[in-house]
Every structure is written in C-alpha cells, then in structure tokens.
C-alpha cells in the first residue's frame, strides 16, 4: 500500500475505543458546518512508521454533504437567490400624467406629478429578512372643482396648486416563512405647508427575484393614499418583468386615479440592473396619460 501524510490544512482526528470496544472518530462541531466535507482513513502498524490508507485516500478524498439545519440552509437557499448580494443601491425617475383637466375659461390644467427616489437596502436574510433607508423628492400640481359647473376645474394659485414632498424613509421587511414577507414601512419629509408624514405596508408572496405577488399600501398626509396589486414574473433568465394595477389619490387629490404599468429589467450580470417602466394613468375614468419611469440597481 502507498505511503502518505496528511495535509497541512487537513484536521486530523485519532480513532479511540468507547465503552463498547468500538473504535470512534469525532469530529468537533465547529468543523461540521453546513457544506461538504471530505474525508479519508488511514492507520499506521505499531511497530513501524509506514502509514497506508483503508478508506479513500488524501487524493481522492470520500465527500459527504452537510445539510445543517434548517434555518441555515434556507440563508443559504435566500443569497443564492440574491445572486450572492447583500447590498443593493436602487436609484429611480418616474412621471405620471393624469391628462388636462378642463376649465370653464378653456386653458386646462395640468393633473400630474414626477418622483425621484434614491435607497439603500441591506439584506440580513433571518426573520429580518432586510432593512432599507432612502429619500426622495416629489413634485406635482393639483386643483378643486367649480362650485359652479362639476364638469370643470378651478386652477389654484401656484402657492396653492404646486403639492410635492422632500422626503425620507425606513422599511423592515420580515419574513415569515420560505415565501411570505412583510414591509412596514415609515416616511417623514416636509412640503409647501410644512412637515407631512405616512406610514406603508406590503405582503408578498413568492420568490423574489422570481415569481411573486405584492399587494401593499402607503399613505402621505398632505399627497394622498396609493394601494397597489403587483405581479412579477422571471421566466426568461435575466429580464425581470411585471405588471402592476394601482389605485391612488396623488399627488393631492380627493378623487381616486387609476394605474396600470409594464416594467422590464435587464440585469448585466451579478451587479447591475436597468428597468423601464410605461403605463397609462386616468382619473375620473375618462382622462388620463402616460405614464413612464427608469431605474437602475447596482448590488454587492
């Protein structure tokens, strides 16, 4: 039989005798961490220095796979996921034209807004699943209906018709099992009448990146409510693709606006991603406009 030594990173662990005069190699826990491991035995005559090895050998060691528990398998199962990505930057434009409201004086008004958002999300993978912070300015033009005629609007003055919000924002996001995960999230900013407000939510279930449904709200004091149904799909590798149907009162509004957009991503390998955005938006059912938006992610 071949001579051999054990390898300088190799752990080497003596056979021993238990109570029942079976011979027993333990291997400390630490050792024994999820992933694979691989070994080999060998045994050495007491009256001579030559080793052989009885099963497999240091070139051709036997692999045995360590699951672990449960939890650490699913962090493992969560990153791959991820792409291997605990950080990600996400930096997004979008504008949203609800069409010209007429006015009995015949110069419409203009009933949209625009957002510009920039956040930063960590992923911790456990029942936090992740925590994210960001900010964002807004900006849009509202108005208030003719007391006289309901069919027309009434432009308000630009101190009064300008709404947006500058503002900040921190989400957790928890998870709740293999596939479900909840947001609560809280906003702070200030606007043309002072320091405003909200608070969101959101549950989805699935895999994400991956197939997966949203279904979350948020709400601003001064800029309205916006409640939203989002399905994401990512049946061809490397372009993320959704729809979302979103009901919403912004940018300061009574009267309810629906949404409907397509968004497709292209991802550049394991960092970075763009996605466009295009849809249609209306309020009162019967005027409405484009909508469209851009973002990029870069992910570590």
Known sequence: ??????????????????????FLAVVPPSDTAAGTLEYFIGSRASDG?????????????????????????????????????????????????????PTSTGNPVHDFFGIVQLDYTYRILGWIYSIRAGGGYMRGDTWRRDPSDQRYVVPLPSDEGQTGL???????????????????????????????????????????PGTH???????????????????????????????????????????IAGRVYFSIG?????HFTVEARGGYATRDWHLGGPSAGLATTLEF
């Open 213 to 255: 449904f949203d279904l979350g709200a948020e709400y601003i004091t001064e800029i309205g409510m916006r409640g939203w149904l989002k399905l994401a799909w990512l049946t061809v590798p490397g372009l993320p693709m959704s729809l979302t149907l979103e009901a919403t009162t912004w940018p300061r509004q009574d009267e």
């Open 166 to 208: 500058v503002y900040g924002f921190a989400e957790v996001r928890f998870r709740a099992g293999r596939f479900v995960r909840l947001d609560g999230k809280v906003i702070l900013g200030a606007g043309p009448n002072g320091f405003d407000g909200g608070v969101g939510g959101q549950i989805l279930i699935g895999r994400e």
């Open 1 to 22: 039989m071949p001579s051999w030594r054990v390898p300088p990173n190799a752990l080497a662990v003596r056979f021993a005798r238990d109570l029942d005069g079976n």
């Open 49 to 101: 220095p030559v080793e052989v090895a009885d099963f497999a050998s240091p070139g051709a060691p036997h692999a045995v796979a360590l699951l672990g528990d449960n939890e650490t398998r699913w962090r493992r199962e969560l990153l791959a996921q991820e792409s291997g990505n605990k950080s990600r930057f996400w930096l997004s434009g979008e504008f949203v034209d609800f069409g010209d409201r």
């Open 266 to 270: 292209h991802r550049f390998g394991r």
